[in-house]
């Protein structure tokens, strides 16, 4: 394994790979040097480049986690396909769907692997409210909302549209993104308003989308930066026929609950509590279940090195990548048109 880009979204894969025993991290790479040295020291790597280029041209590294700003996804991920290193990408998959394409293209012609990195996939209370929907647990689902309600602006290069491709639809919203497709299928349309509180900013802080799957199902994608300190809550909430789901997310709650509840018709709430004990040796309660956020890295590394090892597609292909970025882009455009958009 080779790492590309040792900023902060990398201390999380960090966490993937010091749990999955059939992967190991032998080189590191960022244009500050400093940086790629920690990095490799906590991975026990021996190898430190300072350019992309170099860390390509190890022969040794079969396999890279590419965790660079957005604007140089498809210039690192393009390079490294050619360089015939299978490839696991940070979101947002890229700035635009053409880049996209040619990143998919790229891989298919080198027959590398290509997976992106959707942690929320991953995340247990997630995967279980998949579970409940799925076995009827809400009836015919009508609604589902994804919020993000922060105390944290964007700083740094998050700030230049372009290093970051965008704003928080860019940065966070492609979470939710790829979450509302999950539940709701193909997105048919979108109508998408987007703002900000603080003046002369070139990104977006606030964004609010209502998305239409292909079904008629409802989604509302809905978040904001600049609330009070500490504010900070993200969670999704499921309305079917039948039943009502609240989900935690994964991160600080200012408004904490149960990391998961279900509301059924029959009158009757069924509250999850967090796990407390983990590990193959923890024992098993009812209506328990895992909410250490941190496990999402873990459980999504593990999937890219098993699929590698067993020859097979990734759990989140080049193409649902591309699929979230058309939403993603359906909503800029949504936004500056003041109409709604169809996904084409």
Known sequence: MGLIGAGDVSELH?????????????????????????????????????????????????????????????????????????????????????????????????????????????????????????????????????????????????????????????????????????????IDRVFAFVGGTREGLKVEEIAIAVVESKDGTFGIIDLNLNGPHPLWDDHLEFIGTKGFI???????????????????DDGIWNAYREKTYYGPKAPEWPNEIEWKWTNCFVYEISEWISSLLENRLPKITGEDGRSSIQVLQACYESARAGKAVAIR
């Open 14 to 186: 960090l966490i993937g790979y010091k749990e999955t025993p059939n992967a190991r991290v032998i080189a590191v790479a960022d244009a500050v040097l400093e940086r790629a040295r920690t990095r490799a020291g906590e991975l026990g790597a021996h190898k430190v480049y300072g350019r992309v280029e170099e860390i390509l041209r190890d022969s040794e590294i079969q396999a890279v986690d590419i965790c660079v700003p957005p604007a140089l996804h498809s210039q690192v991920a393009i390079a490294a396909a050619e360089a015939g290193k299978h490839i696991l990408l940070e979101k947002p998959m890229a700035t635009s769907v053409k880049e996209c394409d040619e990143i998919i293209a790229a891989a298919k012609r080198a027959h590398v692997s290509l997976m992106l990195a959707h942690s929320l996939h991953f995340f247990p209370p997630f995967t279980k409210v998949k579970e409940l929907i799925d076995n009827g647990g809400v009836g015919k689902l009508i609604r589902m909302r994804a919020t993000l309600m922060s105390h944290f602006p964007y700083t740094k290069w998050r700030l230049d549209p372009s290093v970051s491709g965008g704003g928080v639809l860019t940065e966070y919203g492609v979470h939710p993104i790829y979450l509302t497709q999950w539940f709701l299928g193909q």
């Open 246 to 264: 609240l989900a935690n997310g994964v991160e600080t709650q200012i408004l904490r609950g149960p990391p998961l509840l279900h509301y059924k």
